[in-house]
């Protein structure tokens, strides 16, 4: 770094090197020689070398004549600053002496101070003993708590200057005398206080609570109390028969616990400052007799004489047991009188050892294999009609609704598991979304037509699977499981159930809101969400759920229009009379809609219905116009290959497309009769509620059928 900051004379420009090369760190000799023989020769070096160095010493002479008078003081200066640090080295070591000496002072002022405060204690001790032992104070052997104040001033005093001469030989030898000097005081302090408590006298009460805070024995204060005053009347109120007793005996003897605090502490809490009509002037603080000395005992009391409270093996009465004891709580917490006392209790071990003592998780786990068991048990793969008065029409359905009222019912929630029921919740939402998209998966059985798909029921999608069961029955059941059909008319619930409980999350929303403001939750946005995304996760299944009612009411419907393929046959070479009405195929065709609209009417909104019925006849009528179509075209083919038979046997009469008597032909009351079905299709289709031009290929059906009817009319004799 030094190297860094010098400054070399600058040399003539013809040198071969570069001054500032002699400055850097990694400077070799080797290295900048042979570099400099590929630039110059040897003795060309040489000689710019040797004028270099003479510009460096003439630069130096000049540099120590410039500051001569500094290299001439140098020594001068640091034979000074030589003796200067010899003066200061001694001048620190008497300093340091010094400082050891008032050390030592110290320490032995503080052990006749020690020695002194011994002394007087014991002077006061002993003047006192002899006056205890005159006739007017012999019944006492109490100190007074005036003497007792004066005493815990001067051993507050003594505890000081004991803690500082620590380690002091002399102190180990005084030592005993301290500790009788600590063990009378300590018991004269709890008889007074007793003695105070007994007689109801506040004076004494206050003037001993000071002597316990001035010797920083608070807190052994707090436990006489707990151990004298609290634990004989919690062991008395406590008695073990009331764990398995009603919900009734455990509230009565919570309330009388929760008597011991007016009853019995009113005088230490007026005292303290913990009742409201304390006066601050005459008030001891830092004392929390609630916290420290009533609470660790009640929490003792249950914890040893009740342990089967906490069992949560009934869930039942686990909920009624843990909902009371919780009041208990909350109504000891408004005895404190301050939120400060209020913070301190719910800071305290005891208050923590006791909302342990409640197994929350395994209650939650009982809780949920009910809840779970009993929605599972609804989710099977036989879709069971839901009970009499449910707004729902399957079981799985009503279930699943009544599960997720029953996380958020008095008798299951409870606040410090506000975070597993709603996680429980949005699973029933998602186990019921899985349960509706694996009906998606199963074949449709129609009602109308169950001999024809019964082996559906029975039988497996893969034909092969079945096939396999029938020739070794020996195989893994879980490879041949059966797939059990649906029907169209459960689906149409599922459906409507979806609809249903999709307008009563909003509901469910409304039951969770005050719920989650006793724990404070305010972000309710977050929870509006999840319940939106679990809606829509629920929405997105009606769409495939439409598509399969629709296809099934299409096929049904088609099932019966392909009748039309036999209207030939009914009146070729039949000589029946011309037809008068539609055939009865349409009214069957007519009869899965019909029964779609009046008996779902109640369930589903009409709008839907209307919208499945136009689906389903815009399908059916569009393979229904090819139906016709066809026969159509058939009838025209064989007419025109009558006619060209008739023309090549002119001499043989042939009428066989008609009656011998004249009148109109087969072939055109089979165009007729098709045009009066057609017709009589939308009639009913109007009847229905929708208009026939809003049918797919209805239009151009009734164009087909109207034409083949005028060339009917046009070939009438």
């Not at 913990?274 to 603080?285: H, I, L, R």
């Not at 439409?546 to 209207?567: G, M, N, P, W, Y």
Request: charged content about 25%; overall charge neutral; hydrophobic content about 35%.
């Amino acid at each position: 770094m030094e190297k860094s900051r010098m400054n070399l004379p600058k040399g003539p420009d013809t040198l071969c090197f570069d001054k500032d090369e002699f400055m850097k760190e990694d400077f070799d000799v080797d290295h900048f020689v042979s570099d400099c023989r590929k630039r110059v020769q040897l003795e060309a070096l040489r000689d710019d070398l040797e004028l270099y160095y003479k510009l460096l010493k003439t630069a130096m002479v000049e540099l120590i004549n410039k500051d001569y008078a500094d290299f001439v003081n140098l020594s001068t200066n640091l034979s000074l600053r030589s003796s200067v640090s010899e003066g200061i080295r001694a001048v620190d070591e008497r300093m340091s002496k010094q400082e050891d000496i008032r050390k030592k002072k110290i320490c032995v002022l503080r052990l006749i101070q020690v020695i002194r405060s011994v002394e007087k204690i014991e002077k006061i001790l002993n003047s006192q003993h002899s006056k205890e032992t005159s006739a007017l104070e012999a019944s006492s052997p109490l100190l007074t708590g005036q003497i007792l104040e004066r005493i815990a001033t001067e051993f507050n005093q003594l505890q000081f200057h004991a803690v500082q001469s620590k380690g002091m030989p002399l102190l180990d030898k005084i030592r005993p005398r301290i500790a009788g000097i600590t063990a009378m005081l300590q018991q004269s302090l709890e008889g007074l206080l007793l003695e105070g408590l007994r007689t109801s006298s506040v004076d004494v009460i206050r003037h001993c609570l000071r002597t316990y805070a001035t010797i920083d024995k608070a807190r052994d204060a707090e436990a006489l109390v707990g151990q004298v005053l609290v634990k004989p009347y919690v062991d008395e109120v406590i008695v073990e028969q009331i764990a398995d007793a009603r919900p009734s005996d455990l509230q009565l003897m919570y309330s009388k616990l929760l008597e011991f605090v007016p009853r019995h502490c009113r005088l230490l809490r007026e005292v303290t400052g913990g009742a409201t009509s304390s006066e601050k002037g005459n008030t001891v603080p830092g004392y929390d007799f609630l916290v420290n000395s009533v609470w660790p005992e009640i929490v003792r009391g249950l914890e040893e004489k009740l342990p089967s409270l906490f069992n949560p093996g009934n869930p039942d009465a686990f909920h009624q047991k843990y909902t009371i004891s919780m009041d208990f709580v909350r109504t000891f917490e408004r005895q404190c009188g301050s939120q400060a006392s209020v913070k301190r209790l719910r800071a305290h071990p005891a208050y923590h050892s006791f909302n342990n003592k409640w197994n929350l998780p395994v209650y939650f786990q009982i809780r949920f294999r009910e809840t779970a068991g009993s929605l599972e048990a609804a989710l099977t793969d036989v879709l069971e009609d839901a009970p009499a008065g449910s707004s729902y029409c399957l079981l799985a359905s009503h279930r699943t609704w009544s599960s997720l009222q029953r996380c958020w019912s008095d008798q299951m929630f409870l606040p410090s598991l506000v975070h597993r029921l709603w996680r429980l919740t949005l699973q029933i939402l998602a186990r019921y979304s899985v349960f509706v998209k694996e009906l998606l998966l199963r074949p449709i059985c129609n009602e109308s037509a169950k001999d024809i798909k019964k082996p559906l029921v029975t039988g497996s999608k893969d034909p092969s699977v079945t096939q396999g069961n029938c020739e070794d029955q020996g195989s893994g059941p879980s490879e041949t499981k059966p797939v059990v059909p649906v029907s169209s008319t459960q689906l149409v619930y599922v459906v409507a159930d979806l609809d249903r409980l999709q307008d009563q999350l909003p509901e469910l929303l409304e039951t969770i809101r005050p719920k989650l403001e006793v724990i404070g939750f305010k972000n309710f946005s977050s929870i509006s969400a999840a319940l939106e995304d679990s809606r829509l996760s629920l929405s997105a299944c009606v769409p495939a759920l439409s598509d399969r009612i629709t296809q099934d009411l299409s096929e049904s419907c088609f099932s019966h229009l392909k009748s039309a393929l036999e209207v030939p046959r009914l009146y070729r070479r039949t000589n029946k009379e011309v037809p008068t009405t539609a055939s009865s195929y349409v009214d069957g065709a007519l009869k899965p809609l019909y029964q779609l609209q009046s008996g779902h009417e109640d369930k589903l909104k009409r709008a839907v219905i209307q919208r499945w019925l136009a689906v389903a006849l815009s399908e059916s009528t569009h393979k229904y116009y090819e139906t016709v179509s066809d026969v159509l075209n058939s009838v025209r083919k064989m007419e025109e290959s009558l006619k060209r038979l008739k023309q090549a046997r002119r001499t043989t009469p042939a009428t066989p497309a008609g009656p011998s008597g004249g009148g109109m032909s087969d072939d055109d009351k089979i165009r007729l009769q098709l045009a009066l079905d057609v017709a009589y299709l939308g009639e009913q289709i109007e009847k229905i509620g929708l208009r026939t031009k809003d049918i797919r290929s209805f239009p151009a059906l009734t164009e087909l059928v109207a034409a083949a009817t005028d060339q009917a009319t046009a070939e009438q004799p």
